[in-house]
T-cell receptor, first 115, second 111 residues
Framework: EPEVTQTPSHQVTQMGQEVILRCVPI?????FYWYRQILGQKVEFLVS????????KSEIFDDQFSVERPDGSNFTLKIRSTKLEDSAMYFC?????????????FGPGTRLTVL | GQSLEQPSEVTAVEGAIVQINCTYQ??????LSWYQQHDGGAPTFLSY????GLEETGRFSSFLSRSDSYGYLLLQELQMKDSASYFC????????????FGAGTRLFVKA
Protein backbone atom coordinates (compact mmCIF):
# COMPACT_ATOMS: atom_id res chain seq x y z
CA GLU A 1 0.00 0.00 0.00
CA PRO A 2 1.44 3.40 -0.94
CA GLU A 3 2.43 5.64 1.93
CA VAL A 4 3.84 9.05 2.69
CA THR A 5 7.45 8.96 3.85
CA GLN A 6 9.41 11.59 5.76
CA THR A 7 13.07 12.10 6.55
CA PRO A 8 14.72 12.45 8.92
CA SER A 9 12.69 10.88 11.70
CA HIS A 10 14.43 13.09 14.25
CA GLN A 11 16.36 16.32 13.69
CA VAL A 12 18.28 18.13 16.40
CA THR A 13 19.52 21.62 15.62
CA GLN A 14 20.84 24.72 17.29
CA MET A 15 18.69 27.83 17.56
CA GLY A 16 19.19 30.06 14.53
CA GLN A 17 20.16 27.24 12.21
CA GLU A 18 18.30 26.32 9.04
CA VAL A 19 16.59 22.96 8.74
CA ILE A 20 14.98 21.22 5.81
CA LEU A 21 12.39 18.55 6.44
CA ARG A 22 11.71 16.20 3.57
CA CYS A 23 8.61 14.34 2.48
CA VAL A 24 7.72 12.04 -0.36
CA PRO A 25 3.94 12.15 -0.84
CA ILE A 26 1.93 9.35 -2.40
CA UNK A 27 2.76 9.42 -6.08
CA UNK A 28 -0.60 10.21 -7.70
CA UNK A 29 -1.72 12.70 -5.07
CA UNK A 30 -2.28 16.33 -5.96
CA UNK A 31 -2.56 18.18 -2.65
CA PHE A 32 0.21 18.43 -0.11
CA TYR A 33 0.29 19.71 3.44
CA TRP A 34 2.58 20.42 6.34
CA TYR A 35 1.29 20.28 9.91
CA ARG A 36 2.91 20.84 13.27
CA GLN A 37 2.10 19.15 16.56
CA ILE A 38 3.67 20.28 19.80
CA LEU A 39 3.86 17.40 22.27
CA GLY A 40 0.46 16.63 23.77
CA GLN A 41 -1.33 19.28 21.74
CA LYS A 42 -3.47 19.35 18.66
CA VAL A 43 -2.41 19.08 15.05
CA GLU A 44 -1.90 22.59 13.62
CA PHE A 45 -2.17 23.40 9.93
CA LEU A 46 0.87 25.16 8.49
CA VAL A 47 0.47 25.21 4.73
CA SER A 48 -1.24 23.57 1.79
CA UNK A 49 0.30 23.23 -1.67
CA UNK A 50 -1.36 22.52 -4.98
CA UNK A 51 -0.37 22.92 -8.60
CA UNK A 52 3.17 23.88 -7.64
CA UNK A 53 2.22 26.77 -5.42
CA UNK A 54 1.05 27.52 -1.91
CA UNK A 55 -2.74 27.48 -1.82
CA UNK A 56 -3.13 28.54 1.80
CA LYS A 57 -0.99 29.15 4.86
CA SER A 58 -1.68 29.73 8.52
CA GLU A 59 -0.52 32.57 10.72
CA ILE A 60 2.18 30.22 12.04
CA PHE A 61 3.71 29.99 8.56
CA ASP A 62 5.65 33.25 8.63
CA ASP A 63 8.62 34.40 6.57
CA GLN A 64 10.88 31.91 8.33
CA PHE A 65 9.06 29.04 6.63
CA SER A 66 9.06 28.01 3.00
CA VAL A 67 7.97 24.98 1.02
CA GLU A 68 9.15 23.57 -2.23
CA ARG A 69 8.41 20.71 -4.57
CA PRO A 70 11.76 20.57 -6.35
CA ASP A 71 10.93 17.55 -8.49
CA GLY A 72 8.03 15.24 -9.13
CA SER A 73 8.35 13.36 -5.88
CA ASN A 74 9.78 15.41 -3.00
CA PHE A 75 8.03 18.06 -0.93
CA THR A 76 10.16 20.02 1.53
CA LEU A 77 9.63 22.36 4.44
CA LYS A 78 12.44 24.78 5.23
CA ILE A 79 12.76 26.74 8.44
CA ARG A 80 15.37 29.44 7.88
CA SER A 81 16.32 30.40 11.41
CA THR A 82 14.95 28.00 13.96
CA LYS A 83 13.63 29.14 17.32
CA LEU A 84 13.16 27.15 20.50
CA GLU A 85 9.40 27.24 19.99
CA ASP A 86 9.75 25.49 16.63
CA SER A 87 10.44 22.27 18.53
CA ALA A 88 7.58 19.98 17.57
CA MET A 89 6.60 17.02 15.44
CA TYR A 90 6.16 18.00 11.82
CA PHE A 91 3.84 15.92 9.67
CA CYS A 92 3.55 15.93 5.93
CA UNK A 93 0.26 14.79 4.39
CA UNK A 94 -1.10 14.29 0.91
CA UNK A 95 -4.54 13.95 -0.64
CA UNK A 96 -5.64 12.55 -3.95
CA UNK A 97 -8.40 14.90 -5.09
CA UNK A 98 -11.14 17.21 -3.93
CA UNK A 99 -14.10 15.02 -4.71
CA UNK A 100 -15.97 12.78 -2.31
CA UNK A 101 -13.75 12.85 0.72
CA UNK A 102 -11.10 14.93 2.42
CA UNK A 103 -8.94 11.92 3.26
CA UNK A 104 -5.41 12.99 4.00
CA UNK A 105 -2.62 10.47 4.36
CA PHE A 106 -0.04 11.46 6.92
CA GLY A 107 3.62 10.57 6.99
CA PRO A 108 5.26 9.27 10.17
CA GLY A 109 6.55 12.73 11.08
CA THR A 110 9.87 14.39 11.82
CA ARG A 111 10.56 15.29 15.42
CA LEU A 112 12.41 18.60 15.42
CA THR A 113 14.32 19.55 18.55
CA VAL A 114 15.78 23.06 18.70
CA LEU A 115 18.40 23.59 21.39
CA GLY B 1 -13.21 32.19 13.05
CA GLN B 2 -13.45 28.46 13.40
CA SER B 3 -13.15 26.28 16.47
CA LEU B 4 -13.85 22.66 17.23
CA GLU B 5 -14.61 21.49 20.75
CA GLN B 6 -14.03 17.93 21.96
CA PRO B 7 -13.92 16.37 25.43
CA SER B 8 -10.32 16.01 26.55
CA GLU B 9 -10.63 12.45 27.83
CA VAL B 10 -13.03 9.53 27.70
CA THR B 11 -12.65 6.20 29.49
CA ALA B 12 -14.53 3.02 28.58
CA VAL B 13 -14.23 -0.72 29.07
CA GLU B 14 -13.35 -3.31 26.51
CA GLY B 15 -16.35 -4.45 24.49
CA ALA B 16 -18.37 -1.32 25.24
CA ILE B 17 -19.57 1.44 22.93
CA VAL B 18 -18.22 4.96 23.25
CA GLN B 19 -19.25 8.22 21.60
CA ILE B 20 -16.81 11.08 21.11
CA ASN B 21 -18.50 14.39 20.42
CA CYS B 22 -17.32 17.31 18.35
CA THR B 23 -19.11 20.62 18.43
CA TYR B 24 -18.00 23.37 16.18
CA GLN B 25 -18.30 27.07 15.59
CA UNK B 26 -17.51 27.79 12.02
CA UNK B 27 -19.19 29.70 9.27
CA UNK B 28 -19.14 26.71 6.97
CA UNK B 29 -17.10 23.74 5.90
CA UNK B 30 -17.02 21.00 3.32
CA UNK B 31 -17.25 18.06 5.67
CA LEU B 32 -16.28 16.66 9.05
CA SER B 33 -13.40 14.18 9.25
CA TRP B 34 -12.15 11.99 12.07
CA TYR B 35 -8.58 10.88 12.64
CA GLN B 36 -7.01 8.46 15.09
CA GLN B 37 -3.55 8.98 16.52
CA HIS B 38 -1.69 6.52 18.71
CA ASP B 39 1.07 7.79 20.97
CA GLY B 40 4.14 8.55 18.91
CA GLY B 41 2.29 7.88 15.67
CA ALA B 42 0.82 9.85 12.82
CA PRO B 43 -2.87 10.74 12.45
CA THR B 44 -4.75 8.09 10.49
CA PHE B 45 -7.98 8.85 8.66
CA LEU B 46 -11.06 7.10 10.04
CA SER B 47 -14.21 8.62 8.61
CA TYR B 48 -15.69 11.55 6.71
CA UNK B 49 -19.17 13.08 6.65
CA UNK B 50 -19.93 15.41 3.78
CA UNK B 51 -23.66 15.30 4.41
CA UNK B 52 -25.80 15.07 7.51
CA GLY B 53 -26.38 11.59 8.81
CA LEU B 54 -24.52 8.49 9.78
CA GLU B 55 -21.54 6.96 7.98
CA GLU B 56 -20.55 3.46 9.01
CA THR B 57 -17.14 1.87 8.52
CA GLY B 58 -16.84 -1.40 10.37
CA ARG B 59 -16.73 -0.82 14.11
CA PHE B 60 -16.53 2.93 13.62
CA SER B 61 -19.41 5.22 12.69
CA SER B 62 -19.53 8.97 12.36
CA PHE B 63 -22.47 11.33 12.46
CA LEU B 64 -22.95 14.92 11.37
CA SER B 65 -25.76 17.40 11.98
CA ARG B 66 -25.00 20.77 10.42
CA SER B 67 -28.16 22.32 11.85
CA ASP B 68 -26.95 21.44 15.36
CA SER B 69 -23.27 22.24 14.63
CA TYR B 70 -22.46 18.83 16.01
CA GLY B 71 -20.88 15.58 15.06
CA TYR B 72 -19.68 12.45 16.79
CA LEU B 73 -17.56 9.38 16.33
CA LEU B 74 -19.02 6.12 17.61
CA LEU B 75 -16.72 3.24 18.41
CA GLN B 76 -18.32 -0.15 18.98
CA GLU B 77 -16.96 -3.37 20.46
CA LEU B 78 -14.07 -1.48 21.96
CA GLN B 79 -10.68 -3.14 21.92
CA MET B 80 -7.57 -2.27 23.90
CA LYS B 81 -5.90 -1.17 20.68
CA ASP B 82 -8.51 1.58 20.32
CA SER B 83 -6.78 3.47 23.13
CA ALA B 84 -5.57 6.54 21.27
CA SER B 85 -6.37 10.19 20.62
CA TYR B 86 -9.22 11.03 18.26
CA PHE B 87 -9.42 14.32 16.39
CA CYS B 88 -12.28 15.84 14.47
CA UNK B 89 -11.31 18.13 11.60
CA UNK B 90 -12.98 20.41 9.09
CA UNK B 91 -11.96 22.12 5.88
CA UNK B 92 -13.43 25.63 5.80
CA UNK B 93 -14.45 27.10 2.42
CA UNK B 94 -11.44 29.43 2.25
CA UNK B 95 -10.48 28.08 -1.14
CA UNK B 96 -7.04 26.97 -0.09
CA UNK B 97 -7.54 23.51 1.44
CA UNK B 98 -6.72 24.56 5.00
CA UNK B 99 -7.78 21.94 7.56
CA UNK B 100 -8.59 22.74 11.17
CA PHE B 101 -8.26 20.06 13.83
CA GLY B 102 -9.98 19.89 17.18
CA ALA B 103 -7.89 19.57 20.33
CA GLY B 104 -8.44 15.83 20.40
CA THR B 105 -10.06 13.35 22.77
CA ARG B 106 -7.85 10.88 24.56
CA LEU B 107 -9.67 7.51 24.78
CA PHE B 108 -8.60 5.06 27.47
CA VAL B 109 -9.93 1.52 27.05
CA LYS B 110 -9.78 -0.60 30.21
CA ALA B 111 -9.98 -4.36 30.51
Amino acid sequence: EPEVTQTPSHQVTQMGQEVILRCVPISNHLYFYWYRQILGQKVEFLVSFYNNEISEKSEIFDDQFSVERPDGSNFTLKIRSTKLEDSAMYFCASRASTGGTDTQYFGPGTRLTVL
Amino acid sequence: GQSLEQPSEVTAVEGAIVQINCTYQTSGFYGLSWYQQHDGGAPTFLSYNALDGLEETGRFSSFLSRSDSYGYLLLQELQMKDSASYFCAVRPPTGGFKTIFGAGTRLFVKA
